[in-house]
């Protein structure tokens, strides 16, 4: 996964025409993000609901929540950026990556490491608190921000089509359980790696845009941002799955999920609710900087992390 990255990001800053047709590349998003979601379902109709369950769900809601304000004040303490492009930035490292998410799990099933199959509902839960927290901390920033862009960030947040697929697949899984993914396994278990590498390609590509075309809004402090916010995400994260007993997997994936950054969900709200925010800076650094690091060393490290807590 991680050499289909590289690649893509050496094709695109190498101004290589190599390119992922967009289709292709919708098709495969949807793929993964309905494989996650499905395994996730069937493995809660195997276990059943379960007071973890819900505790992980309001642990990764309040992490969502509240890993914004962190953010926003360590970027106003140690950058130049403007409140309202900070606070758009703090929503970003808030939400979650759904391919960092895919990333994760991927490598926990290769390394037979077990975990939660409902951390595919935790991340969806993920993905929206941390868009109102910027939303919140915006309106105290601004005076020109309206309950009216709140309204329509809501619906843009609730029918997100990556939200809607995963929390969906979800469902369907919950309800067709074991059996459901008996039948679907040579379609959404078998060919996933496979899959994920091709989409990782295309991802490689965008950051390598990314970094070629918004490399000149990144100073040294945002750079700083970029690596150490996924570090702190990470070890609040790793505190709460710890204290609700999660996994050494589970403890794993709630780590990365607190340490991934949206480029997808939030920037399609905040355009609509925040429209004076320069998305272009934390677009290239949850992109460029924090994605590449999560996906090379932050999953790793995550992973290291939780079995030494945990043994």
């Not at 007993?245 to 607190?258: C, D, I, N, W, Y």
């Not at 609710?273 to 060393?297: K, M, R």
Request: with cysteine; hydrophobic share 55%.
């Amino acid at each position: 996964m991680v050499l289909f990255f590289a690649l893509g990001t050496f094709a695109a800053l190498a101004s290589s025409d190599l390119s992922v047709p967009e289709p292709v590349t919708r098709l495969l998003s949807l793929y993964l993000l309905m494989s996650i979601g499905f395994k996730g379902g069937a493995e809660v109709a195997h276990n059943g609901v379960t007071p973890k369950l819900i505790g992980a769900i309001c642990v990764g809601v309040a992490l969502s929540a509240g890993i914004p304000f962190i953010a926003y004040a360590i970027l106003r303490k140690i950058t130049h950026l403007s409140k309202i492009d900070a606070a758009a930035v703090a929503g970003h490292y808030g939400s979650i990556s759904a391919v960092t998410f895919a990333a994760i799990t991927s490598v926990l099933t290769q390394m037979s490491l077990p975990f939660e199959g409902y951390m595919a509902a935790v991340a969806a839960a993920m993905e929206a608190p941390a868009i109102f927290s910027a939303l919140f901390i915006a309106q105290h920033a601004s005076a020109q921000h309206h309950d009216t862009a709140r309204t329509n960030a809501l619906g843009e947040i609730m029918l997100n089509g990556a939200i809607v697929m995963l929390l969906g697949s979800f469902i369907i899984g919950t309800i067709t359980g074991p059996r459901g993914l008996t039948m679907l396994k040579p379609f959404i278990v078998d060919p996933y790696a496979g899959f994920l590498c091709l989409f990782l390609l295309d991802i490689g590509l965008l950051a390598g845009k990314g970094l070629k075309n918004g490399w000149k809004n990144i100073s040294a402090p945002i750079l700083a941002f970029g690596i150490g916010m996924p570090l702190i995400g990470a070890s609040l994260a790793c505190l709460l799955a710890w204290f609700i007993g999660l996994s050494e997997g589970g403890t794993a994936v709630m780590m990365t999920l607190g340490a991934s950054a949206s480029y997808i969900a939030v920037p399609a709200a905040l355009r609509i609710a925040l429209p004076e925010a320069n998305l272009s800076i934390p677009l290239t650094l949850s992109l460029g900087i924090t994605f590449p690091f999560n996906l090379t060393l932050g999953i790793p490290l995550y992973i290291t992390i939780a079995s030494h807590l945990l043994h």
